[in-house]
């Protein structure tokens, strides 16, 4: 069996994840001896094969679409931000003291905040936030957005129940569901948390929420727009957005988990932008 350390992405429909690439590209970079590969499994099959990886000899994966919140059970320990999200995107193994006991991250809420305020110089201090969506791609990013600095954060989500239950959830930093206040329009960032562009289609947006000063971010991203940038273009919005910084952010923190040193992100985001021009 290899002595390097295995790492992988385990989603389902991840066939076009960058993340094999850029976790190629950090390791070599930071001088980094390990493999990187791709898992796509169903929901059902999620456990026995996140299991399966680390039984083999697996150090570490990251957790993406549909499988944050099931991470969530399977890991035994968790950072205090995979507590707060109820999700997690990110296991490790034997990255602390006790080194059979899975430890479970979330590392999405950082890597958009860094996105946005570094990557993009966009200053979240104050601001009027709409997010779409309600499952484990919104957990890890609400608290990291209120404790950045946003102002109002409210939750829209097809199914208003599940808004309102996570707007529960986080009500101590501030957050609301959609429809529960004042929510009014023109919000200053959208932030796309649903799955609806990897199949395609336009998430459910409130009517009047984008105009020419907001902001569209989708967490997704594609090797070209996506619908819902596409939308907002066409709605007049400032900007629209997809998620490739967030993802490039968020991936530097599993590795800094798992290998102890923060890679430089600047130069694969703009080597992966370069592959997805045009």
């Not at 080194?99 to 966009?122: I, M, Q």
């Not at 996506?226 to 490039?248: D, H, K, P, Q």
């Not at 040193?261 to 985001?269: G, Y």
């Amino acid at each position: 069996m290899s002595s390097i350390d295995r790492y992988a992405v385990i989603g389902h429909g991840v066939g076009h994840s960058r993340s094999p690439q850029i976790h190629g590209l950090f390791a070599q970079s930071t001088g980094q001896s390990m493999q990187y590969g791709l898992i796509d499994v169903p929901a059902a099959d999620f456990a026995a094969a996140a299991r399966d990886f680390f039984a083999g000899g697996g150090r570490g994966l990251n957790v993406t679409v549909p499988h944050k919140e099931a991470a969530r059970s399977l890991a035994e320990r968790l950072t205090p931000r995979a507590r707060r999200a109820g999700a997690v995107n990110t296991l490790a193994l034997g990255a602390e003291s006790d080194a059979r006991a899975l430890l479970g991250d979330n590392t999405d809420g950082a890597g958009l905040v860094r996105d946005l305020t570094v990557n993009l110089g966009y200053a979240l201090t104050g601001t009027r936030v709409l997010l779409l969506g309600a499952g484990g791609a919104a957990r890890g990013v609400i608290a990291p957005l209120l404790q950045g600095g946003v102002g109002e954060l409210m939750i829209h989500n097809r199914t208003p129940a599940r808004a309102q239950q996570l707007a529960r959830e986080f009500a101590d930093l501030g957050a609301k569901a959609f429809g529960d206040g004042a929510d009014g329009g023109g919000y200053d960032l959208i932030i796309n948390a649903t799955s609806a562009s990897l199949r395609g289609e336009l998430p459910s947006v409130p009517q009047a929420a984008c105009d020419t000063r907001t902001i569209c971010y989708d967490l997704a991203y594609g090797s070209s727009e996506t619908v819902f940038v596409r939308w907002a273009r066409a709605a007049g919005a400032a900007g629209a957005i997809m998620g490739l910084g967030m993802l490039v952010e968020q991936a530097a923190e599993s590795f800094l988990l798992w290998r102890g040193v923060r890679p430089d992100t600047a130069p694969v985001l703009a080597i992966l932008r370069q592959g997805t021009a045009g």
